[in-house]
């Protein structure tokens, strides 16, 4: 059979996406009309299908994706000089539930992992050292490297230092924020053991920041004040001991999948990411949920022009309003620093084939398949609620990925069609959209989405793409974890003292 060398998404679409570029003069037929290219177009890129005149709106996904700037013909490229977004400010929403049913058989899979006192589960069994504030950070890289001499890491799967630059002089919401980042990392079910290390002058005050973990394991998290000890390195290195004796006991064991949660993100993203990685990932979100586990979805700003499709698939009318009140508050911050809600995508974005931000919410938000939205949270906030949930936080790679880790989400799904190599706190597994990217970046890349423009089906791929993330679970290392590259960013929105 002919591969296919350019995709109509939808019937209703006036453009079609070219799976291989296509020069000025070639010849398409799309709905039994022949239409001449009349530039050469890359591959991922967008070719008009009907002559639009100025102001009307172009449309793909079924849904329109911006207007033309100008009049433009059947066969021309559509990109971002002739294509412009309809976003503007905060905009009234009705409620008009979607409740469709995912009809999607529960498989009893399981993975291996490790079950924690309080019931909970993680995936991996680290040792981690929290810095409640900055200035701790050097002690905290000291202390892994110490750690990691004596016991080669044996016995567990890595051991870290979370540094980032916050937890003093900062103000109301952005100290909360970094407090409450840091309360989720030390309570995240990865962590088979916890050092919470401290200046001790910090405007996050160690004794107050403890209290915010609430019933914590006090065996696995420990406390340690830097300024009220003579040497902290012996300090520390007697504390983090005991963490790694008892660490270092724990083992995996079967759990069913149910408990697993996964966090969904896109970076770098291109024109094939709508019709094949974040498809792919929206199967696996579709399917774990159907199994009563939980997925979760970001990056507020990509979902602008697509939210319409997200609040109605809400199943309450409550959940409804806070998504509206999520939408409208991040266009507020947008708009409160004098920027425009459209002021997207990026270049790399654009040259990838994607010309407007609502060309990139309707194909990021294809990540969460169908699936009824059953939790809304705002950043920061601790996962409750199994099924399909929203997440508060910023597109910014590292901030999203750092803010689903944190809700509680054991690895992210990070959908590339630029490719990227860093990793959060939690697996961070890399799916490319198209072959090329997956060949040329082994290094980077945990599984090829771009199979499905050579070839493969969904249905084929799908399979494979659940067996990759249980073994992931399992403990098969991300190639950000084969790499090394593993990091951590808080969002900060006020000002620094």
Not at 252 to 277: M, N
Not at 425 to 440: E, G, H, Q, Y
Not at 457 to 481: C, H, R, W, Y
Request: net charge negative.
């Amino acid at each position: 059979m002919k591969q296919a060398t350019f995709l109509k998404i939808n019937p209703a679409d006036s453009v079609v996406v070219c799976l291989q570029p296509k020069k000025k003069g070639e010849i398409i037929e799309v709905d039994g009309k022949q239409i001449t290219v009349n530039q050469d177009t890359p591959a991922g890129h967008k070719v008009l299908i009907k002559d639009v005149a100025a102001g009307a709106d172009i449309i793909k996904y079924g849904y329109p994706i911006g207007h033309a700037m100008q009049d433009l013909k059947a066969g021309d490229w559509v990109n971002e000089n002739n294509l412009k977004t309809n976003l503007a400010g905060t905009l009234e929403y009705t409620y008009n539930p979607v409740n469709e049913q995912l009809n999607i058989k529960n498989d009893n899979r399981s993975f291996k992992g490790y079950v924690r006192k309080n019931g909970d589960v993680g995936i991996r069994n680290e040792i981690w050292i929290v810095p409640t504030v900055g200035c701790v950070n050097g002690i905290a890289e000291r202390l892994v490297k110490e750690l990691k001499k004596e016991t080669n890491e044996q016995g567990v799967d890595a051991i870290y230092a979370w540094h980032h630059n916050y937890g003093c002089s900062q103000l109301s919401e952005d100290h909360e924020n970094t407090r409450k980042v840091l309360r989720d990392i030390c309570l995240h079910p990865n962590a088979g053991a916890v050092l919470v290390l401290s200046l001790g002058c910090e405007n996050n005050q160690p004794e107050d920041f403890m209290k915010m973990l609430g019933d914590y394991d006090k065996d696995r998290i420990k406390l340690l004040v830097t300024q009220r000890v003579d040497d902290e390195m012996e300090a520390g290195m007697e504390m983090l001991r005991e963490l790694y004796q008892l660490a270092s006991k724990d083992v995996r064991t079967e759990v069913p999948v149910s408990k697993l949660r996964v966090g969904l993100k896109c970076g770098g993203s291109d024109g094939f990411s709508g019709i094949t990685a974040n498809p792919l990932v929206g199967e696996f979100s579709d399917w774990l949920v159907a199994q009563g586990g939980t997925s979760v979805l970001t990056e507020v700003p990509e979902m602008f022009g697509a939210e319409t499709i997200l609040m109605n698939r809400c199943t309450t009318e409550e959940l409804f309003n806070q998504t509206v009140s999520m939408i409208n508050n991040f266009k507020n911050y947008f708009l409160s620093h004098g920027e425009p809600v459209g002021e997207n995508p990026s270049p790399g974005n654009k040259a990838g084939g994607i010309s407007t931000l609502e060309d990139k919410a309707l194909g990021c938000t294809q990540k969460c398949g169908k699936a009824p939205v059953n939790g809304v949270m705002e950043y920061g906030d601790r996962l409750q609620n199994p099924g399909l949930n929203l997440l508060s936080a910023p597109g910014n790679d590292l901030v999203a990925a750092t803010a689903l880790a944190s809700c509680g989400c054991h690895l992210v799904l990070f959908t590339t069609g630029r490719g990227t190599p860093f990793g959060t706190f939690v697996p961070t597994m890399k799916i490319a959209t198209n072959p090329d990217l997956a060949s040329r970046k082994k290094n980077w890349i945990d599984f090829s989405a771009g199979q499905l423009i050579e070839g493969r089906t969904m249905q084929e791929l799908v399979p494979e793409f659940i067996d990759k993330v249980l073994a992931v679970a399992s403990g098969e290392k991300a190639k950000n974890e084969e790499n090394d590259y593993r990091e951590i960013s808080i969002f900060k929105n006020g000002v620094t003292l």
